[in-house]
């Protein structure tokens, strides 16, 4: 292919030839999406904080006054943002019901190319141990692979797919228990990318326990679960989960077993090993190599994501020796991660991790900022005299 200023013909070219724009207008959106708490705090810190000789005021004095209430409100609801977390534990703090909202990004960064997710989440609490959710995620993909010969990579922006979940978690004796039932809904046929076009289960477990005494701080945990195929996990999210390369279909099983420590209020680091146990056949799109294209590595060290868009495991040997049986290891993966998740600011949480793919060699940084924008919906939604 030529390079050169050719129209759009699809929404990946105009996203490509207005990248700067897009990265501007991301940058824009978290920034609003940081700020809007401010704006929420303020008006509920100015409506509790009348005074009684204010209620007793004339209108126009109540006017007058109006501004330099929601410009002190402003301040000290932006101070409530930046100041530190309770440094209580959170299984000692009674869970919250009712609507819950929560707004996440998770990036990673490989030699190979990087994945970035958006991904907005508005569910309902029915009680302290029973949730649901609805969530949809936007992909942003930056490929080495290009057709373009004026750069060596392009940006690609789509929609993923929608999804609900159901979470139950429940404490005892010093031990916390998750389950989540987590169900994708396609939104457009495979040859879009950041889809398989097919429905996607996955039913994720987590158990955690405090072991207390010499240990006071340390957490083991361990996490097991099984699904259809790599489906994306925003709720617990683990690194090497985190905005990947590639997207399979196909029965797959996962075990992680780790722990995390609390190094002091609002830090804690953590580290763990993990598993991909595929089975029977499976097929693996690339999230980096575009559906038709020409322009592809190689697949070296089982990267078959990163030689073709799709690739199907076979269920006959075949006779030449230069295309040997793939089996169901196309999808298999395994290796170890670390991470520091950081949690001072109120209302967001910040992860910065590392992955090591020993199955696919290659190293990658995980990003995940989630943002807790429970106590801004909740305001929208209360009725106002």
């Not at 006017?63 to 101070?79: E, F, N, Q, T, Y």
């Amino acid at each position: 292919m030529t390079a050169g200023r050719r129209p759009p013909q699809d929404l990946a070219d105009f996203l490509i030839m207005n990248r700067r724009k897009l990265v501007r207008s991301v940058h824009a959106s978290l920034l609003a999406i940081v700020l809007i708490p401010c704006l929420s705090a303020a008006q509920e810190k100015s409506e509790s904080t009348r005074s009684s000789s204010e209620d007793s005021g004339s209108t126009a004095g109540k006017i007058v006054k109006a501004p330099g209430r929601a410009v002190g409100a402003s301040v000290r609801a932006l101070g409530k943002l930046i100041k530190p977390s309770p440094s209580a534990a959170p299984a000692a703090q009674p869970e919250r019901t009712g609507l819950t909202s929560f707004v996440q990004v998770q990036m990673t960064s490989t030699p190979l190319g990087v994945v970035t997710t958006a991904n907005a989440t508005m569910g309902y609490n029915f009680t302290s141990h029973l949730g649901a959710d609805v969530g949809l995620p936007v992909f942003f993909v930056r490929s080495p692979f290009t057709p373009y010969t004026n750069r060596d990579y392009s940006w690609t922006a789509l929609l993923g797919d929608p999804y609900i979940d159901i979470h139950y978690t429940t404490t005892r004796s010093r031990a916390t228990f998750v389950s989540v039932l987590t169900g994708t809904i396609p939104a457009a046929n495979p040859e879009r990318t950041y889809t398989t076009g097919r429905f996607g289960v996955d039913w994720f477990n987590h158990l955690e326990g405090d072991l207390g005494g010499g240990m006071r701080g340390f957490v083991p945990f361990v996490n097991f679960g099984a699904a259809n195929g790599t489906v994306n996990r925003y709720y617990l999210p683990r690194p090497y989960s985190m905005a990947r390369l590639y997207q399979t279909l196909g029965f797959i099983a996962d075990v992680e077993a780790g722990g995390h420590f609390q190094l002091r209020p609002g830090y804690r680091i953590g580290a763990s090993a993990y598993a991909l146990l595929p089975g029977g056949r499976q097929t693996v799109f690339s999230r980096i190599v575009a559906p038709g294209s020409n322009v592809y590595g190689d697949c070296n060290h089982n990267r078959y994501f990163y030689h073709a868009f799709q690739t199907m495991s076979q269920t006959y040997l075949d006779l030449d020796e230069a295309n040997p049986r793939l089996g169901s290891e196309i999808a298999r993966d395994n290796g170890y991660s670390g991470w520091l998740e950081i949690s001072k600011m109120r209302h967001v949480t910040l992860l910065i991790g590392y992955t090591r793919s020993v199955h696919y060699a290659y190293d990658a940084v995980n990003v995940g900022l989630t943002f807790d924008a429970t106590s801004l919906i909740k305001f929208l939604a209360t009725p106002r005299r």
